[in-house]
């Protein structure tokens, strides 16, 4: 036994020496955010000899990144980093409550049927370079990683094969390279290499602007708000003890929010802070005097499967959907989950056996749908209602709130495919279309005997512009 034990650590001593001298390993990885930190935890746990390469380690200062569902939290257990939320001021999170012109609906994670106490999951929402912060300590103490802090600016590639070898960086002002059998790219939603291994552009129609609320009074503490109204949808939820997060997503060339009207903060001041909730104006007008404005892009990005030869490409880098309903996370933890199993020494003993490894992905690609076609689906699906810029949509807007308003399961199943606990994806179809006929419900039945006919006619219009939402976002799951 300890002869057995003395052969590992000098294996791993000759890996650290490797990875220190050399700058060899099994694994590089691009990025030491939340997927990045994940997978590099994961790998190494493993016994795979991994280089994490990050730009800064200073804690980033984001405003998305905040809220991670129950699929999350669950994933984040299953890779052994569940400490990561605690010692953060992390908020437990119920679920939502969504607020229509002033009224208010609960809609509450269902309860967990695998659960014998029968209790309901939660989520936690937090300051995001907390988080962060606590990743990367976990990866500082995970056997056979090695970080540094270097800008990666190009991808070394066998010139005869095309294969990719490792990175180019600038460390300190000096040319600099590291090499790995395996090259994983986790830069994020603005990644620098994207465009070179993924036909899709992000498409991006609005952004998120951001204020810090404090000691903000919410209608339902513990849950997310989704305010809604004549505009876009507006977001809060606590991401400390003292502070709640203000997300308000303005599109683009919003004529409320146009320099002659004041820009983004005459918008805020006239057209967003008259319509919230009267208990939540006074912390937003003093959140928006004290200023501190942040924005981020709300993109778009179907999922591509991953064909190149030693390399990688995951997390926003690979696949985006709009931050509405919190889902980013969630998809990063359970990837890296499934990369792990997919990559386990058991199934690929050498990462240099690249056709092995391609065959792998191309299994992660379609093994993930269960969930991610869910998330990337209902988040962009719920944010064209949410955002509601027609009659037809307003009439499905207006349908999805009663239909929240029934309760029971009209609640359970939606609220459960966007918590990352429901993995089917016909479950959403069904509740899609069960929304898009209740409020052709609501239309006909709302009207006078002798206009019905003109309602059935517009009920056809509603019907179609339930299919011009969701089929588009089906399609993009259903590509390689």
Same mark, same amino acid.
């Given at each position: 036994?300890?002869?057995?034990?003395? @052969? *590992?650590?000098? $294996?791993? /001593?000759?890996? =650290?020496?490797?990875?220190?001298?050399?700058?060899?390993?099994?694994? #590089? %990885?691009?990025?030491?955010?939340?997927?990045?930190?994940?997978?590099?935890?994961?790998?190494?746990?493993?016994?795979?000899?991994?280089?994490?390469?990050?730009?800064?380690?200073?804690?980033?200062?984001?405003?998305?990144?905040?809220?991670?569902?129950?699929?999350?939290?669950?994933?984040? @257990? *299953?890779?052994? $980093?569940? /400490?990561?939320? =605690?010692?953060?001021?992390?908020?437990?999170?119920?679920?939502?409550? #969504? %607020?229509?012109?002033?009224?208010?609906?609960?809609?509450?994670?269902?309860?967990?049927?695998?659960?014998?106490?029968?209790?309901?999951?939660?989520?936690?929402?937090?300051?995001?370079?907390?988080?962060?912060?606590?990743?990367?300590?976990?990866?500082?103490?995970?056997?056979?990683?090695?970080?540094?802090?270097?800008?990666?600016?190009?991808?070394?590639?066998?010139?005869?094969?095309?294969?990719?070898?490792?990175?180019?960086?600038?460390?300190?002002?000096?040319?600099?390279?590291?090499?790995?059998?395996?090259?994983?790219?986790?830069?994020?939603?603005?990644?620098?290499?994207?465009?070179?291994?993924?036909?899709?552009?992000?498409?991006?129609?609005?952004?998120?602007?951001?204020?810090?609320?404090?000691?903000?009074?919410?209608?339902?503490?513990?849950?997310?708000?989704?305010?809604?109204?004549?505009?876009?949808?507006?977001?809060?939820?606590?991401?400390?003890?003292?502070?709640?997060?203000?997300?308000?997503?303005?599109?683009?060339?919003?004529?409320?929010?146009?320099?002659?009207?004041?820009?983004?903060?005459?918008?805020?001041?006239?057209?967003?802070?008259?319509?919230?909730?009267?208990?939540?104006?006074?912390?937003?007008?003093?959140?928006?005097?004290?200023?501190?404005?942040?924005?981020?892009?709300?993109?778009?990005?179907?999922?591509?499967?991953?064909?190149?030869?030693?390399?990688?490409?995951?997390?926003?880098?690979?696949?985006?959907?709009?931050?509405?309903?919190?889902?980013?996370?969630?998809?990063?933890?359970?990837?890296?989950?499934?990369?792990?199993?997919?990559?386990?020494?058991?199934?690929?003993?050498?990462?240099?056996?690249?056709?092995?490894?391609?065959?792998?992905?191309?299994?992660?690609?379609?093994?993930?749908?269960?969930?991610?076609?869910?998330?990337?689906?209902?988040?962009?699906?719920?944010?064209?209602?949410?955002?509601?810029?027609?009659?037809?949509?307003?009439?499905?807007?207006?349908?999805?709130?009663?239909?929240?308003?029934?309760?029971?399961?009209?609640?359970?199943?939606?609220?459960?495919?966007?918590?990352?606990?429901?993995?089917?994806?016909?479950?959403?179809?069904?509740?899609?279309?069960?929304?898009?006929?209740?409020?052709?419900?609501?239309?006909?039945?709302?009207?006078?005997?002798?206009?019905?006919?003109?309602?059935?006619?517009?009920?056809?219009?509603?019907?179609?512009?339930?299919?011009?939402?969701?089929?588009?976002?089906?399609?993009?799951?259903?590509?390689?």
């Amino acid at each position: 036994m300890s002869i057995l034990l003395s @052969e *590992k650590h000098t $294996l791993a /001593d000759k890996q =650290e020496e490797r990875r220190r001298l050399h700058h060899e390993a099994d694994v #590089v %990885i691009v990025g030491a955010g939340v997927l990045g930190c994940a997978v590099a935890v994961a790998l190494g746990n493993q016994g795979r000899s991994v280089i994490l390469l990050e730009k800064s380690w200073k804690a980033p200062d984001r405003i998305v990144g905040e809220l991670l569902q129950p699929g999350g939290v669950a994933a984040l @257990e *299953k890779l052994g $980093l569940r /400490d990561c939320l =605690e010692g953060i001021d992390a908020i437990p999170v119920h679920g939502y409550e #969504v %607020i229509y012109y002033g009224k208010g609906v609960e809609i509450p994670y269902p309860e967990n049927a695998d659960d014998t106490d029968r209790k309901r999951p939660q989520g936690r929402s937090f300051h995001h370079g907390r988080f962060i912060g606590k990743l990367r300590e976990a990866v500082m103490n995970t056997p056979n990683v090695t970080v540094v802090e270097t800008t990666v600016t190009d991808m070394v590639k066998n010139q005869w094969t095309g294969q990719v070898l490792g990175v180019e960086c600038q460390t300190k002002g000096e040319k600099d390279f590291y090499f790995g059998h395996l090259t994983i790219i986790a830069d994020g939603y603005a990644s620098k290499f994207r465009k070179d291994y993924i036909k899709h552009k992000p498409v991006s129609r609005s952004k998120f602007w951001a204020l810090e609320l404090i000691d903000a009074d919410l209608p339902r503490p513990n849950s997310g708000h989704v305010v809604l109204g004549d505009g876009a949808p507006i977001l809060f939820y606590q991401i400390g003890t003292h502070e709640t997060r203000a997300l308000v997503d303005i599109p683009e060339n919003l004529p409320s929010a146009s320099v002659k009207n004041g820009g983004v903060k005459g918008h805020l001041q006239n057209t967003i802070l008259p319509n919230l909730p009267e208990s939540l104006q006074p912390s937003f007008e003093a959140a928006l005097l004290k200023g501190g404005l942040k924005s981020m892009p709300n993109s778009w990005l179907p999922p591509s499967t991953n064909k190149q030869s030693g390399m990688v490409i995951l997390g926003d880098a690979m696949n985006m959907r709009h931050p509405l309903t919190g889902g980013g996370m969630t998809v990063a933890f359970n990837d890296v989950v499934l990369l792990r199993d997919l990559l386990s020494p058991e199934l690929v003993p050498q990462l240099e056996d690249t056709e092995v490894v391609l065959k792998q992905m191309s299994k992660f690609h379609w093994q993930r749908k269960g969930l991610t076609s869910v998330i990337n689906i209902l988040a962009q699906a719920l944010y064209t209602l949410f955002a509601a810029s027609d009659p037809q949509l307003k009439a499905l807007q207006l349908g999805c709130f009663r239909y929240f308003e029934r309760g029971g399961s009209c609640v359970d199943g939606p609220v459960g495919l966007l918590a990352g606990i429901i993995r089917r994806p016909f479950v959403l179809f069904y509740h899609f279309f069960a929304v898009a006929l209740l409020s052709i419900w609501i239309m006909i039945s709302s009207v006078q005997v002798s206009k019905t006919p003109m309602a059935l006619v517009s009920s056809v219009g509603v019907f179609w512009k339930a299919c011009l939402v969701i089929f588009p976002f089906i399609f993009s799951e259903l590509r390689v």
